[in-house]
């Protein structure tokens, strides 16, 4: 049964329901501001999903006595628009760092109902129109402004019924999503299985095959041999191209070097970029070498460079190869073996670990002939193929309910939708 609605006079609300009213944030919440150390109250971080813990190997300042104090039930957003849509209702005593606004929730409102209506993409919209610039497109929030933030104002029953009903409706889509996600993780697992024993093992069950004598190897094909990858390619080659200094080539920073394919949008004057970044060129593989663009697959063939020549993150490694299939190294470099292997070397501290180029180099397997190579290359293109588009789909299921669910979560804490009668 619909119910009658009113324009609430909020352009980011819309409509409401006739009887509901209106209050500033600043007469529902009050800013808690209490300088702390981190020493005393345990790091927080808050992010998209709530208040957590304060991982290990999140980013920190040296500043561990400058924050602010978080009791258990406060609300606390990030006020830079670099993080939108990270905030929530803390479970947790603790602290934060200065740049998140601490609210305490007052009487004679639901805070689980304020939550999901801070949650919503307009609300994070309206909250990041007040803010202040600090360098380029970076807004920060005050609290002198968030207070005056005019928003709905349903009756303490009816924000009670919305925030339990969106408890429960969130949590079933989130389970469906959950599941979703570990078939997507079930699927890429079994997608690096299959890249993995293909290009170690070849493509006949029944060849015969021989002890390779190297560890990590194990048993290879009887015909294949052993080679190293600097045998095999070129690392990291230098630019020798005698292209004019005002040429256009693609520039692609480290988010453009994606899991098997490239993001070509930007480009560059060679002269710009030619000096401190890496030089590629059309069929090179480019390769993360830092973490955890490495761990996280991040590799590629070039493929439709302006001018056939790409600069990109001094954080990649290049390969050139000369005695191999530049498919049948794209999906070798995949592999777990190596994968692990390289990890397993990686230096440097925290975020900064890289894969060692005489690793690199010297890394020694079992390589087919070219003419297997090819058929390899081929058998794992249609393979792989087939996988990538079974996750596509679940990532548009999981997309599509992630739409819904801010749908519903909109609708409901403006009125616009009635929760059901139990």
């Known amino acids: 049964m619909s119910r009658p609605m009113k324009d609430s006079g909020i352009a980011w609300i819309g409509q409401v329901p006739e009887h509901w009213e209106q209050a500033l944030i ?3 919440y009050k800013l808690r501001n209490t300088k702390v150390s981190d020493k005393q109250f345990e790091p927080l971080s808050v992010t998209m999903r709530g208040i957590l813990h304060q ?3 999140a980013a920190k300042t040296n500043d561990g006595d400058n924050r602010k104090l978080v009791k ?9 628009s670099d ?3 990270a905030c929530g209702i803390s479970k947790y005593d603790g602290s934060v760092s200065l740049i998140n606004l601490v609210l305490v929730p007052q009487n004679h409102m639901n805070p689980g109902y304020y939550n999901w209506l801070f949650h919503t993409s307009a609300f994070a919209d309206e909250f990041y129109k007040w803010g202040h610039g600090i360098v380029d497109d970076l807004w920060t929030t005050r609290w002198q402004d968030m207070k005056n933030i005019t928003i709905p104002l349903p009756s303490l029953q009816e924000q009670q019924r919305i925030a339990d009903y969106l408890d429960k409706k969130c949590a079933e889509v989130e389970g469906l999503s959950s599941n979703i996600q570990k078939q997507i993780e079930a699927l890429e697992q079994y997608k690096r299985a299959v890249i993995t024993e293909t290009v170690t093992k070849g493509l006949n069950p029944s060849v015969p095959m021989k002890d390779s004598g190297i560890p990590w190897v194990g048993q290879s094909p009887a015909h294949w041999g052993i080679k190293r990858i600097k045998f095999c390619c070129e690392l ?3 630019f020798h191209n005698k292209l004019s200094p005002n040429t256009l080539v693609s520039f692609l920073p480290m988010e453009c070097v994606k899991q098997g394919f490239l993001v070509i949008e930007k480009e560059a004057e060679l002269q710009d970029v030619k000096n401190g970044y890496t030089y590629f060129r059309e069929n090179d593989i480019i390769m ?6 490495f761990e996280n697959g991040n590799i590629a063939i070039a493929k439709g460079l302006l001018n056939n020549v790409g600069f ?3 954080e990649l490694y290049v390969f050139r190869p000369h005695k191999i299939s530049v498919p049948f190294l794209f999906y070798f470099l995949q592999n777990t073996i190596f994968k692990n292997q390289a990890q397993s070397v990686m230096y440097g501290t925290g975020g900064l670990k890289r894969v060692p180029s005489e690793f690199i180099k010297n890394y020694q397997f079992a390589c087919p002939p070219q003419s297997e190579q ?3 290359a081929e058998y794992l293109d249609n393979k792989c193929s087939k996988i990538d588009t079974i996750i596509q789909d679940k990532q548009q299921q999981l997309e599509k309910l992630e739409q819904y669910k801010k749908a519903i979560i909109f609708e409901y804490v403006t009125g616009k939708k009635q929760v059901p009668e139990a």
């Open 26 to 28: 600043g007469s529902l």
């Open 55 to 57: 991982l290990e190997n």
């Open 72 to 80: 258990q039930g406060d609300f606390v957003i990030n006020s830079r």
């Open 83 to 85: 993080r939108r849509g």
């Open 236 to 238: 990291s080659p230098k």
């Open 288 to 293: 993360a070498k830092v973490t955890p663009c």
């Open 312 to 314: 990109g993150s001094s």
């Open 374 to 376: 090819q058929a390899i």
